[in-house]
């Protein structure tokens, strides 16, 4: 007698939590009123910055937002439901890893993006968002040999930070 009791108090149990609907369609956490969204020109005032890394990333987030998101790019400025601007603010190189002799192993390349995000819908907003982000080389690494590939490796990291952002506004 116990069994079925306890069989039929566990089945009420998980009836209650059971969830009304489910599906395997993703809404994500954008409002459904985003539709489009625009990215203006970063800007360079990072002073060590090579200057075609601002227009490779303005690339990279347009990219990544319509590949990884529903938004699709308009291209007229500022006509989109969500709208972005910002620029890079640093870029550096700093020695890590200090060995006895004060001679470093590694070298540590450090930039961060600045983004303000305007919101037009559903109500107007506007997101300040920092990333920072860092790769480390090698310190007998010449800097120019390396650097596209530590600027990728970073902004794949930037455009992420973007994309949660926009999903979670976290």
């Known amino acids: 007698m116990m069994k079925y009791f306890l069989f039929i108090f566990s089945a009420l149990l998980l009836s209650a939590c059971w969830p009304e609907s ?3 369609r993703d809404s994500g956490g ?3 009123e985003w539709q489009s969204f625009t990215i203006q020109n970063l800007e360079n005032s990072a002073p060590n910055c090579p200057l075609s890394f601002a227009p490779l990333l303005t690339e990279q987030l347009k990219d990544g937002v319509q590949n990884n998101t529903r938004l699709v790019l308009n ?24 060995q006895g002799s004060d001679n470093a192993t590694s070298n540590r390349l450090t ?21 920072t982000r860092f790769a480390d ?16 490796e970073i902004s794949e990291q930037m455009v992420q930070d973007l994309i949660n952002k926009l999903y979670s506004n976290w």
Do not use: C, H, R
């Open 137 to 152: 080389f090698s310190a007998s690494a010449n800097l120019a040999d390396v650097e596209q590939k530590l600027f990728a």
């Open 30 to 32: 954008m409002p459904v």
């Open 22 to 24: 489910f599906s395997f």
């Open 75 to 98: 291209t007229q400025q500022g006509a989109g439901e969500v709208n972005i601007e910002g620029s890079i603010t640093t870029y550096q190189v700093q020695p890590v890893a200090i």
């Open 111 to 131: 930039m961060s993006l600045s983004l303000k995000i305007k919101i037009k819908a559903p109500k107007e907003e506007e997101w300040q968002m920092v990333s």
